[in-house]
T-cell receptor, first 114, second 113 residues
């Protein structure tokens, strides 16, 4: 079956612009996670969804970052007033069980803020 | 709080020789430990996972890792490297019942023909 998919694969934007990054989890997976991977580092946790609600958004760096999952499937990560420091690969993962640490990752969206 | 230290940022091996990637962890509780591999432009793929069963864990593609509590280590090995093993490898820790994964900085593996 299909794995986790993310669109776009690459996004280039200018400082100050708004961007949306999309994640399609594996069908039937109840939980969804976003991570951010900066150059030369491992991924860092951003936010966890259980169903439609954000169960844990403690990893979001500031209030310019927001994520939604309105129907409990697809999720969108939204970044307002982008800054050059937001440039990174944004990874999405999903798991069958709620709050499971065995997570399946998508290929990521590479965001470049000029 | 948990954390992971990958002791080598880059490992270079010849094809057909053993691979050793070193990882030390810190965890407040009984940890779950993972190794993931990331090929260029591909998603992170789970190689193997340790929970609380056997300390020697076998994974995909001939990789295995040994959990050593006394040394707080979870080193990844493969007896014979293949060209397709060239990739970035991440050691990951989480508390047993926690969903937050803490990643190491990664080890880049290159394989020489």
């Amino acid at each position: 079956g299909a794995g986790v998919s993310q669109t776009p694969s690459n996004k280039v934007t200018e400082k100050g612009k708004y961007v949306e990054l999309r994640c399609d989890p594996i069908s039937g997976h109840t939980a969804l996670y976003w991570y951010r991977q900066s150059l030369g580092q491992g991924p860092e946790f951003l936010i966890y969804f259980q169903g439609t609600g954000a169960a844990d958004d403690s990893g979001l760096p500031n209030d310019r970052f927001f994520a939604v999952r309105p129907e409990g499937s697809v999720s969108t990560l939204k970044i307002q007033r982008t800054e050059r420091g937001d440039s990174a690969v944004y990874l999405c993962a999903s798991s069958f069980l709620a709050g499971d640490n065995e997570q399946f990752f998508g290929p990521g969206t590479r965001l470049t803020v000029l | 709080a948990q954390s992971v230290t990958q002791l080598d940022s880059h490992v270079s091996v010849s094809e057909g020789t053993p691979v050793l990637l070193r990882c030390n962890y810190s965890s407040s509780y009984s940890p779950s430990l993972f190794w993931y591999v990331q090929h260029p432009n591909k998603g992170l793929q789970l190689l193997l996972k340790y929970t609380s069963a056997a300390t020697l864990v076998k994974g995909i593609n001939g990789f295995e890792a040994e959990f050593k509590k006394s040394e707080t280590s979870f080193h990844l090995t493969k007896p014979s490297a293949h060209m397709s093993d060239a990739a970035e490898y991440f050691c990951v820790v989480s508390d047993r019942n926690d969903y937050k994964l803490s990643f190491g900085a990664g080890t880049t593996v290159t394989v020489r023909a």
